[in-house]
């Protein structure tokens, strides 16, 4: 017969061991492709990161991280696939701002940017430029402000469509500088750029990263960047901030998630990966290249910014009177 202490050691033995396969599965993950899935086409900001990240992480586990395009209803497709996904570290989510913060308040969607997604690592951010057309007699933000103001309802300023984030981050900006101006929405970013250029729309915020060859060619007239810092890529341009709009920070990010659950050990594998790639000279130069700011926050920050941005774009849709669908 056991005695009462053979049998606590057994049960403790049979404890340790059933402990094992878990442990040894998460330290040797991934064992297999993991796929990353972008809510975009292929050949947009959001995809090219993501291939950036994966051929990254291809490398430095040896094992193909493939990326997956599911775009759809501004990314609400990809996202709710994610959110529904097993939580096992197979199935990532290269997350952009608007996906996460935006479609949410403009529209019904079923998943929970918070409850069902687990951040891993902000890998990059963007701000977004007030580009101005070069024939304007204005040369700093606070000329761009007095010469708005001396034409209330006169003036109007270009966008990548109703919602987008070069809207609302001029939504933003005219309600805190008490400012009106009329709204003409574009299909997309260049083509609200190009008739910046021509002369038909005087201003917008544009993404940085499309505005620069038009900045460097003075095609374009850059006032300030929206960023609570200056960016690198433009490190001569004021921030709104510091133009006299302190605490304005209005900013574009990718970064890679998980299904909420997934284990954090792989979690914070993949965020120390990415922390690793960023102090690398030559995948920043990659990321800076492609006209992002390389950032690489982790998990907690990641969190973070997640919920200080979804209150954020909350009220610049109020502010910008975009109806939820």
């Known amino acids: 017969m056991l005695s009462r202490r053979n049998v606590l050691s057994s049960a403790a033995g049979v404890a340790a061991f059933s402990l094992v396969p878990k442990a040894f599965a998460q330290a040797a993950w991934p064992q297999k492709p993991v796929t990353i899935i972008c809510p975009f086409a292929a050949g947009g900001n959001t995809d090219g990161i993501a291939r950036m990240a994966a051929q990254r992480m291809t490398e430095a586990y040896g094992m193909a991280f493939n990326v997956e395009n599911r775009p759809g209803a501004g990314g609400a497709v990809a996202a709710d ?17 608007p996906v996460m913060a935006i479609v949410p308040a403009m529209s019904k969607v079923r998943y929970d940017s918070q409850k069902d997604f687990a951040p ?172 992002v700011d390389p950032l690489a926050a982790h998990p907690a920050e990641f969190a973070e910014t997640l919920a200080k941005d979804m209150a954020i774009w909350k009220e610049a849709v109020e502010i910008a009177g975009v109806k939820q669908q």
Do not use: C
Not at 81 to 97: C, H, N, Q, R
């Open 120 to 291: 891993i690592s902000n890998i990059a951010t963007n701000p977004f430029a007030l580009v101005i057309n070069k024939d304007l007699p204005i040369k700093t933000l606070d000329e761009f402000v007095a010469y708005v103001k001396a034409r209330p309802d006169q003036l109007s300023y270009g966008s990548a469509g109703v919602g987008s984030l070069n809207h609302l981050s001029m939504a933003l900006f005219l309600k805190r500088a008490g400012l009106t101006m009329s709204h003409v929405p574009y299909r997309g970013n260049a083509p609200a750029l190009a008739d910046i250029v021509a002369g038909h729309v005087p201003a917008m915020f544009s993404n940085l990263s499309d505005a620069l060859p038009q900045i460097s060619g003075g095609s374009v007239r850059l006032l300030a960047v929206s960023s609570a810092e200056r960016s690198a890529l433009a490190p001569d341009a004021p921030t709104v901030a510091e133009a006299g709009y302190p605490g304005f920070n209005v900013l574009t990010w990718n970064g890679l998630m998980a299904p909420a659950g997934t284990p954090k050990a792989i979690i914070d594998k993949i965020a120390d990966t990415m922390s690793a790639a960023i102090k690398d000279a030559p995948f920043r130069k990659q990321l800076a290249d492609y006209g």
């Open 81 to 97: 696939f994610v959110a529904k996904s097993a939580p096992d570290g197979y199935t990532l989510f290269i997350a952009a701002l």
